[in-house]
């Protein structure tokens, strides 16, 4: 194996690098093309590595890819989730190099989708074919790959309610968050859901000039601003009334377990070049980013933005919000909150609407299973250390809906870093990373089938 | 005269289209090209009118178009001030016909500067050819044309301390104003000025993906919604230090005298499609947007404004923000007090920077003078009706410089409606404003040169 995965390593990585080529940017229609482009990559490499019945199962968005290799029936049956769709990769112009011109610099893939999700579960696919090629696959292994994870996956759920007996499996298997560090291994036990919107607020049914109307008009910038300033307060809670009410209070010792994990507040503020982080009150930074629900503003826009100044009082200002949720809520409930509450806030004279997005279910998965020992034992075998249970802040919607589907728990194996820049403009993902990972995937293979025998 | 203007209606019309279809954008570089190109057709139509000495004269920045014509160094001095530039004309999707392509409807001229101030300044340029090709001019004229009067004159000032002797004159008249209706006339005898910043907040060095740091760190957009919603208080007041103190205050007889101007708050709302207007307490819709400062977001940027979902906490937002001033306050001392208190506001964790646009002082002109009864006999003349004196809430910048550097006040005799949608989608000025103008213009040099015997 060791052999197999030295000899192969430039192959692996420049295969990487072409599928990192493709701007599979779901959310723009413009990309349409490309996004099919990724898919039927991933689908010829999936046979390449050794897997059977590899093919694109069309939806009304972007098409799944699945394969299998069903080695032995009586033999557990791993199921690997990823997702080929890449985030927007605008602004552009912060890219030091092209985001679609995969770069190495200081031994760092530098390429929108380079960590999220394509170095990822790129890892998997080489695993597997490492597996095949030398002692066999010690479990049954399928693998599906969908094109829609950054636009909240709307059309996996109906896929995986159609084909419960295909993607029929033991556990789940993703590579889609981070580790502490290189020096620390961990292995996330949740992940936040997510509810997302778009708000509109209108006033005047055309822009008007600023010195003729301003001051007798509601202004919809100034209104959409004191509306986003309300939903927090002077604690850094947010006031959507019941927002916290299903909320799962973690105990104290439970508190004192997650604080254990390393972190160095300097460092972090250091990282990121700022002087001071922003929070909740009552909660440390790791738990603001994990165990507590939150609301930010994606996007602003409105009046105008161009070189210069104009004098205009513009009809509409809209922002795009979302909210990060954590056990017990849903992201139903809570968009049905902020829709209503957002709207019970707008003044007289303006109109305000609220657009859903999609939402995503928060994720727990179990620490005393066989499932998460295997994974535990594989980062022993490959790092030489016990990964840290850690709780993570960012949303794959999708974890909760496979729980319910197929009534199996996922394990959330990711390599990457949070320095890694996902959905940002400069995205990486170490070459040590993304090799340690297909290192790493085959050791979860050979520990999950010996303790689930 | 009337026969001359009635056999050259449709050519000073045709013009004016003409002048209508150069994008002369002074706002954005890449109409540069454009903007000389405005600037030389309205010399050309300057010497055609009968002027001498048309000329542009350069600035670092857009040039100024000037023409005179000195009858009789004894009689009366007029001298006309307008611009030829325009602001932009996006959003552009909301235009019914494209911006720069003028389009006759319901009796009226669409295209962006039409009233603004194109169509205004050039019933100047058609009077004086008038004048001078049947009875004579009355008095002497000078005619100046400037190109940044949409990005705050920047040049002109210069411009006119360094040709105080070619400038002199005894009045200045500029149409760039409006009339409360086409039934009503009326002459402005005061303008807001004008403070118009732009302000950047910063937090991390990049954009973040807001799962992984959501909730811990400084969102740059809701930090600066926060910000600008702390602008106004609940009355409506802005809550910057020292912003009122100088503000003039009108006595309850001069607010009486300006609620004299017929207004209909019903008709006002429907014009507009609003269901409740929304201003500082204790102050008529008339007053808010004429005798008090004001502050709005003229435009706010940040984040993702694409299409769909994308989870970033971005590094920066923006916002561009003016005040209209009242008599006594100053732009500098409001773009001061404004960017002592909104650097004051700035919580930790984020960089503020906040960027002066230009400024224009207030202006306010007596109605006991020999050049304002010039002006309202005018329209008599013309209108038969004496005009109704307002107070405007737009800007002209230039006036009060014209005061301090050339002695003399401006008349402001515009023939614009505030429904003519300036600067915003869909521009439009009447043909009857377009023609009546150029009536009106010449009887207002007749009763001067009178007058002022």
Redesign the interface.
Known sequence: MTTYLEANKQRFLDELLELLRIPSV????NFKGDVRRAAEYVKDKLQAAGLDKAQLYETPGHPIVYAEKIVDPSKPTVLVYGHYDV??A??YE?WLSPPFEPTIRNERIYARGACDDKGQFYMHVKAIEAMVATDGLPCNVKVMIEGEE???SDHLGIFVAEHKEMLKADVILVSDT?IISNDTPSLETGL?G?S?V?VHVT?????????????????P??V???M???L?DEDGRVTIPEFYTNVADLSDAERAELAKAPFNLTDYMED?????????TGYS??E??SI???L???????????????????SK????I?M?LVPNQTPDEITALFTNHFLSIA????TVTVVP??GGMPYVTPVDSVEFDAASKAFEDAWGKKPIPTR????IPIMALFEQELGVKSILMGFGL?SD??????ESYGLFNFYKGIETIPYFYKHYAELKQ
Not at 26 to 29: E, K, L, T
Not at 203 to 219: C, I
Not at 392 to 395: A, D, I
Not at 421 to 426: E, F, M, V
């Open positions: 779901s959310a723009d229609s985030q927007p605008d602004p912060l950054e636009v909240g981070s936040r997510l997302y778009e006033g005047a049914n055309r822009d008007l000039h600023s010195g003729v109307y301003g001051g007798g008009v509601a202004n910038i100034n959409l601003c004191d986003i300033a309300s927090h990121l070049g700022i002087n001071d982080v922003m929070g909740e930074t790791n603001r980013t507590r629900p939150t930010d503003v994606n996007g602003i826009w409105g009046g105008y933005t161009g070189e210069g100044a104009k004098t205009v009082l513009p200002a809209s922002a795009k979302s990060r003044p007289a004279g303006v997005h999609h993570g802040g960012g949303s949070d820049a996902l959905h940002s403009p400069n």
